[in-house]
């Protein structure tokens, strides 16, 4: 079971997904999370503790959902499938909204550093995790690999806002699939 802490962040990054950072106010989060304003204010200061802790939850969540796709990857393609793969479940489960952390960027701005913080820790995470993964199934050019399936999720991600989404991801998965195959040959 949820302690009150993580079910307050966990409500929370559901409804910033949902609705956006600067649309929610505390007391949205305190409805939809079903908790009076005294438990609020007992874990979190204000709306932009909340928010920190809801893109550290949310980072956390999504890094553990890419490391067990990845996790029997025995090639570079197996991982590039794995990964948008999981993508494509994660937005199905998640519904789709784009990126929490390009969101809360491009909400926030520069008046909060902190969340840009957190935001490129978690894309340095995920880089980090797509680069051991090529490393492990012995590529190459693994971290090459890495940051172009990062720019082709990302892109994915950005287009599928706008129309399609399950194809934008479908069709950088092609594209990355490509990528590996050209790695391969390479290496012959």
């Known amino acids: 079971?949820?302690?009150?802490?993580?079910?307050?962040?966990?409500?929370?990054?559901?409804?910033?997904?949902?609705?956006?950072?600067l649309n929610v106010s505390v007391e949205r989060i305190i409805e939809y999370s079903g908790i009076s304003r005294r438990t609020f204010y007992k874990y979190f200061n204000?709306?932009?503790?909340?928010?920190?802790?809801?893109?550290?939850?949310r980072s956390d969540f999504?890094?553990?959902?890419?490391?067990?796709?990845?996790?029997?990857?025995t090639s570079s393609h197996d991982v590039v499938c794995?990964?948008?793969?999981?993508?494509?479940?994660?937005?199905?489960?998640?519904?789709f909204n784009g990126c929490l952390f390009q969101s809360a960027i491009s909400q926030y701005g520069d008046d909060f550093s902190k969340i840009?913080?957190?935001?490129?820790?978690?894309?340095?995470?995920?880089?980090?995790?797509?680069?051991?993964?090529?490393?492990a199934v012995g590529s190459l050019q693994a971290k090459r690999l890495a940051n172009s399936v990062m720019l082709l999720m990302e892109g994915a991600t950005a287009l599928g806002n706008?129309?399609?989404?399950?194809?934008?991801?479908?069709?950088?998965q092609s594209i990355a699939i490509q990528l590996t195959a050209a790695e391969s040959e390479g290496e012959k």
């Open 82 to 95: 794995a990964v948008f793969e999981a993508l494509i479940e994660w937005h199905r489960k998640q519904g």
């Open 162 to 172: 706008f129309s399609a989404p399950i194809d934008q991801i479908k069709n950088a």
């Open 1 to 21: 079971m949820l302690n009150y802490h993580e079910n307050i962040t966990s409500k929370a990054s559901e409804v910033f997904y949902r609705e956006g950072f």
């Open 116 to 135: 840009h913080d957190i935001s490129a820790a978690h894309k340095e995470a995920l880089n980090d995790r797509l680069v051991d993964a090529f490393t």
């Open 62 to 73: 999504f890094c553990r959902e890419i490391d067990t796709a990845i996790s029997q990857c």
């Open 46 to 57: 204000n709306k932009d503790d909340i928010a920190c802790a809801a893109l550290n939850y």
